[in-house]
């Protein structure tokens, strides 16, 4: 449903934006409505909340410091104002800067995601955002509690797969494969949609989700099969993504030989596949028990595709 009125009211009301505005639907996620809002300045991005992946209280003030932290890269958008209170709208609101574009291209621009990467990961890590020093554990700890939130007798061979993956991930988490990585600003939620692709800059945005962490998060979330598939049909071949961490490897400078950026990144592709498969199976309880705000046949569509085919993500 188009809330575009109900939006400039909000706007107008709080001073925001200098009129005559005019405002339409731009896209919705599975937590956000975005929305276009135009005046006699800078057009600007209005998000409105429904829920948080963090367990925040205040998820659109933690947003609002996110993007603070990360808007000196050059490559996210402006932050310019937030309230708590959505009224009638949604549990909070965001206004930030409208950065054009069009969604990436695994083929074509896997070095322009790269660059985005390192100029994100180069930035000092902001205090106010949440730290995950150890990612495996916390990624499974997450993915547990996503699998325990519904119970389900038709997808209870889905589930005991799961379960089982996650013991694997847990005994993963007692080698410590990344103590003493270097900590950074990740995005952790990095498909394709999330990306704008414009000749004069490109972006990242939607940044939820963001946590400070080692780089990996970002690196696999981006290359694992779960996420290339979720909004095109590309699954990225081994060469495909050695370039690609070839090139995120020279933006950033980084000392680590590609090898071991290649090794790790793929341990770290088997954790992000049990969140993703873990949020599948949360989420699709509660597209079939009426639970969310906001819904998508198209996501539910692909939910449903990747439980069917959950085993064949592990081979």
């Known amino acids: 449903m188009d809330r575009s009125a109900q939006v400039l009211s909000y706007i107008e009301r709080r001073g925001w934006l200098s009129g005559p505005l005019r405002c339409r639907f731009l896209a919705a996620g599975e937590y956000n409505e975005n929305y276009l809002v135009e005046g006699s300045g800078p057009p600007a991005v209005c998000r409105i909340n429904h829920g948080t992946q963090l367990g925040l209280k205040h998820q659109v003030e933690y947003e609002f410091h996110v993007l603070q932290a990360v808007?000196?890269?050059?490559?996210?958008?402006?932050?310019?104002?937030?309230?708590?209170?959505?009224?009638?709208?949604?549990?909070?609101v965001l206004l930030m800067e409208?950065?054009?574009?069009?969604?990436?291209?695994?083929r074509r621009n896997l070095p322009i995601a790269a660059e985005i990467f390192a100029a994100i990961h180069r930035l000092p890590p902001s205090p106010l955002l949440l730290r995950q020093e150890d990612p495996v554990t916390a990624i499974a700890a997450e993915s547990l509690g996503l699998l325990g939130r519904h119970h389900s007798d038709g997808l209870t061979e889905v589930r005991l797969l799961l379960e089982d993956y996650h013991q694997r991930i847990v005994e993963l988490a007692a080698?410590?494969?990344?103590?003493?990585?270097?900590?950074?600003?990740?995005?952790?939620?990095?498909?394709?949609?999330?990306?704008?692709?414009?000749?004069?800059?490109?972006?990242l945005v939607d940044w939820e989700k963001?946590?400070?962490?080692?780089?990996?998060?970002?690196?696999?979330?981006?290359?694992?099969?779960t996420t290339t598939l979720w909004k095109s049909d590309?699954?990225?071949?081994?060469?495909?993504?050695?370039?690609?961490?070839?090139?995120?490897?020279?933006?950033?400078?980084?000392?680590?030989?590609?090898?071991?950026?290649?090794?790790?990144?793929?341990?770290?592709?088997?954790?992000?596949?049990?969140?993703?498969?873990?949020w599948?199976?949360?989420?699709?309880?509660?597209?079939?028990?009426?639970?969310?705000?906001?819904?998508?046949?198209?996501?539910?569509?692909?939910?449903?595709?990747?439980?069917?085919?959950?085993?064949?993500?592990?081979?």
């Open 210 to 225: 963001a946590v400070v962490s080692c780089r990996y998060q970002d690196l696999a979330h981006f290359v694992v099969p």
């Open 98 to 106: 409208f950065r054009p574009g069009r969604p990436l291209d695994y």
């Open 280 to 315: 599948c199976y949360m989420a699709y309880h509660e597209y079939v028990g009426g639970g969310r705000a906001l819904t998508s046949d198209a996501t539910f569509a692909k939910i449903v595709a990747y439980l069917d085919e959950a085993r064949c993500f592990f081979k």
């Open 234 to 278: 590309c699954r990225l071949g081994r060469e495909e993504k050695r370039g690609f961490l070839e090139a995120y490897r020279r933006a950033a400078a980084l000392p680590q030989p590609l090898d071991e950026l290649e090794e790790k990144t793929a341990l770290m592709e088997g954790v992000i596949l049990l969140r993703a498969l873990s």
């Open 175 to 203: 080698r410590s494969p990344f103590a003493g990585e270097a900590l950074v600003m990740v995005n952790t939620e990095v498909n394709s949609g999330n990306f704008l692709i414009d000749p004069a800059g490109s972006s």
């Open 71 to 92: 808007y000196p890269s050059g490559v996210t958008p402006r932050p310019l104002a937030f309230s708590g209170d959505g009224e009638d709208l949604g549990d909070g």
